[in-house]
């Protein structure tokens, strides 16, 4: 029964038991020694200090709260969802091979882009030793010293200019037909007979004038086209190096991506075996991103 109060102190309320107070007071002095705790802490707190337990910590409401559902899975469940994992992997790596393969078929290996290939090698038959030790190789393949390390696409010379010339004597040949009746009517393969040789003299100066500015024109316009050609050329060129540049690249990341995927592989398959059964030690730590290595104690079976 809680103690009455003076009627002087009756606006305070009833006085509280003893029991009552002491269980206010422990309460009160324990928050106290947990803020002077908590205050000490922060203040000795090492900025660099670190333990694996931050990993599976988060604070919510002020609170640090430890992630504990890996830890509430069971081992069947978490094996399973390894194998499912490393079933995944082996998934996706057979992917990037087929993807490389398909790439490497569409693609021309150079040797100065596939370093890791053995060099190429042409065999090319001689009658003598003479020859073999002058042997030049542009001339072989009738292309220029520039073209004959390619092993793809390699023009020979001929082609070349025939594909160039050939506007350029197609314009010739316009411009001769246009000019060819004033050659025959200057000309026509019959004899002409002049009775002044200064006369003679001069309608042949006239012709010859004629003949040379036509000439000249056409140099020009073939010039022209050639120089149009030529540009053409070297657009189309240009398009197709950089198409082979970026298919090369995407070969590469695709490599990168497959062997990381190996090594993925290497390492889940490394702990499946160490958590099956079986006596075993380690005789090899891991290092440059390699699993450990470990030996199996030979078992005798009956």
Not at 112 to 132: N, Y
Not at 191 to 213: C, K, L, P, R
């Amino acid at each position: 029964k809680e103690r009455s109060q003076p009627v002087n102190r009756q606006h305070l309320g009833i006085l509280e038991k003893k029991k009552d107070y002491k269980q206010r007071a422990d309460d009160y002095h324990k928050k106290e020694k947990t803020i002077k705790r908590i205050r000490e802490k922060a203040a000795m707190r090492n900025p660099d200090e670190f333990y694996f337990g931050m990993n599976r910590t988060q604070v919510k409401d002020g609170k640090h709260v430890t992630n504990t559902e890996s830890r509430d899975l069971p081992p069947e469940i978490i094996r399973l969802m390894k194998d499912q994992d490393l079933s995944y992997i082996r998934t996706q790596k057979q992917k990037e091979l087929k993807k490389i393969e398909r790439l490497q078929m569409s693609l021309h290996f150079m040797e100065h882009q596939d370093k890791t290939a053995a060099e190429r090698k042409h065999t090319v038959f001689v009658d003598d030793i003479e020859e073999a030790d002058n042997f030049s190789v542009a001339a072989h393949f009738q292309t220029t010293k520039k073209l004959s390390s390619r092993a793809y696409n390699r023009p020979r010379k001929a082609g070349r200019a025939n594909s160039k010339d050939r506007a350029v004597s197609s314009n010739i040949n316009k411009d001769g037909d246009e000019g060819g009746s004033d050659a025959e009517d200057l000309h026509g393969g019959r004899a002409t007979y002049y009775e002044n040789d200064s006369d003679a003299d001069d309608d042949s100066d006239v012709a010859s004038a004629d003949e040379n500015a036509r000439v000249k024109t056409s140099a020009k316009s073939g010039d022209k086209q050639k120089a149009k050609l030529m540009k053409v050329d070297r657009k189309t060129l240009r398009k197709s190096e950089k198409a082979r540049e970026r298919a090369y690249l995407e070969l590469e990341a695709r490599k990168e991506r497959a062997a990381a995927l190996e090594m993925a592989e290497k390492h889940l398959v490394t702990e499946k075996n160490v958590q099956a059964k079986g006596r075993k030690r380690k005789v090899g730590k891991q290092e440059n991103g390699k699993p450990a290595q470990f030996k199996w104690r030979r078992k005798r079976l009956k």
